[in-house]
């Protein structure tokens, strides 16, 4: 079956604008990215889910070329612009997918506003209770590095990323790069956001049915992956042998199937 054309485009929300880009036509799929990523985390993964959907894959807000934000950034804020976007492209109720951060935002938007998401997809994405809450306060940044007149910085955010990505496709990291040092003054504001996050409260109001899947590669998201199933009432789980932290790029094929096969269940 033949990929679809990827489209780029701008929504207008009453806060700004969210870049976003689309493939496909039919039931909506919004994916979510991780930060600090963009919407070209899923530039390979739009084509091939839009043989059979409308597959969206928006720019969080703050991120990318989304608008940003005046307050201090937090998982219901980001929340909040799914749904403006939502709102925008006039979709009253949608196929969800969310990676790390984005899958922080996805449980969000799932518990809060129930009758917006009919599937869930949480893709290696952290499961954050008040014990993960208090390792976080303690772990160093993920990716915030201080500016260097030399340049050095740049090379020490693309060594503190480099052991999480495959040492066979380079360009990956590269992309990341060029996403984080668009958002270089806020690199890290995603991940504070996650560490604040009360995730526990907020998972078992789940009521879409749910994936749970995760990169058995990924040592942040997969030893998280039994709690956070286990918190979600209606879910299933399933691995990516192989999978890395940016598990949507590195196997988008694989990626793409096991959402589609999920998403296309009738049960």
């Known amino acids: 079956m033949q990929k679809r054309k990827v489209i780029r485009a701008f929504a207008n929300t009453p806060k700004g604008q969210i870049h976003y880009a689309t493939a496909g036509q039919g039931k909506p799929v919004l994916l979510v990215h991780q930060t600090p990523r963009s919407w070209d985390e899923y530039r390979d993964v739009l084509p091939i889910l839009g043989q059979k959907f409308r597959a969206i894959a928006m720019d969080t807000v703050d991120f990318g070329d989304s608008y940003r934000l005046e307050e201090e950034p937090s998982i219901e804020i980001y929340a909040r612009g799914v749904i403006a976007f ?86 990956l990291l590269r992309r990341f790069v060029l996403d984080a040092l668009k958002v270089w ?57 192989g999978g890395m932290v940016p598990m949507v790029d590195q196997m988008p094929e694989t990626f793409a199937k096991i959402v589609m096969d999920f998403l296309n269940d009738p049960s």
């Open 86 to 171: 939502l709102d925008a492209l006039s979709i009253e109720r949608t196929f969800l997918v969310g990676h790390h951060t984005g899958g922080v935002i996805a449980v969000e938007v799932a518990a809060t506003y129930p009758d917006r998401v009919e599937k869930l997809v949480l893709s290696s994405t952290p499961y954050v209770d008040a014990e993960n809450r208090e390792l976080r306060k303690t772990r160093p940044p993920v990716d915030e590095v201080a500016f260097r007149e030399d340049g050095s910085h740049l090379m020490e955010l693309w060594q503190k990323r480099m052991p999480f990505y495959p040492k066979d496709k380079p360009d």
């Open 185 to 241: 003054d806020r690199v890290e504001e995603g991940h504070r956001a996650v560490g604040r996050y009360r995730m526990e409260e907020k998972a078992p109001l789940i009521k879409a049915p749910t994936l749970v899947l995760a990169g058995t590669g990924d040592p942040f998201s997969y030893p998280r992956l039994g709690p956070l199933s286990q918190s979600i009432p209606d879910c299933r789980t399933a691995e990516i042998r």
